[in-house]
């Protein structure tokens, strides 16, 4: 072999990653989140806007600790004539999840700790046939959406919802019972609620 070999495969090569172009680097450029220890997610994008606010890197930096959701639901019936206030909030006695806490038991009233798009969803039986049950979702008491059942022939009929939803820190929601009778016993009843992402 001749001693100039080594440095004439070294310039094929070269030529040849020229030729072709370096590997990209995944991550960077197809924006692909990247949890970090569980504590941080950052977001790289390849095209950022012409003024991106407070960064010039066009990265997002989250906190990967501010999980939120919770799932509840009632033990026992919901008569009107158990409520001692006129407000109507149905009350949940039976928590399967409280990540973050943010669901207060007490008051059955979820508290938004941070502005985001927040996913909720309903599912209320009713007590009795012959009658109609309405159910709402209610944000700072305006109604978001709203579900009724009321089939007269049908005992277990269920008033079923979900949607999405921008809260603020401090937004407050809530299921009110509009009309009728809820059947809570066995579980049939529940309220959940997450957030989506932060804003």
């Not at 026992?76 to 004539?81: A, L, Q, S, V």
């Not at 089939?151 to 401090?170: F, H, P």
Request: net charge neutral.
């Amino acid at each position: 072999f001749s001693p100039l070999m080594p440095s004439v495969w070294t310039g094929t090569l070269l030529a040849l990653l020229l030729l072709w172009g370096l590997p990209r680097s995944r991550g960077q450029n197809d924006t692909e989140p990247i949890v970090l220890e569980g504590k941080c997610l950052v977001v790289c994008d390849s095209t950022p806007s012409s003024e991106p606010a407070g960064n010039a890197l066009g990265m997002s930096v989250r906190s990967g600790s501010g999980r939120v959701a919770f799932s509840v639901s009632r033990q026992t019936n919901h008569e009107p004539t158990d409520m001692s206030n006129r407000t109507m909030i149905i009350y949940f006695d039976n928590i399967l999840v409280n990540v973050g806490s943010h669901f207060e038991s007490e008051s059955s009233v979820f508290l938004a700790p941070r502005r985001g798009v927040y996913s909720f969803n309903f599912h209320v039986v009713k007590a009795y046939n012959r009658q109609t049950i309405q159910v709402s979702l209610m944000v700072n008491g305006w109604p978001m959406i709203s579900a009724f059942a009321g089939d007269q022939d049908v005992t277990r009929e269920a008033a079923t919802n979900a949607g999405l939803v921008i809260m603020e820190k401090g937004d407050k929601a809530y299921l009110r019972l509009e009309r009728g009778n809820l059947m809570g016993g066995w579980k049939y009843s529940t309220f959940s609620g997450f957030l989506v992402f932060p804003l």
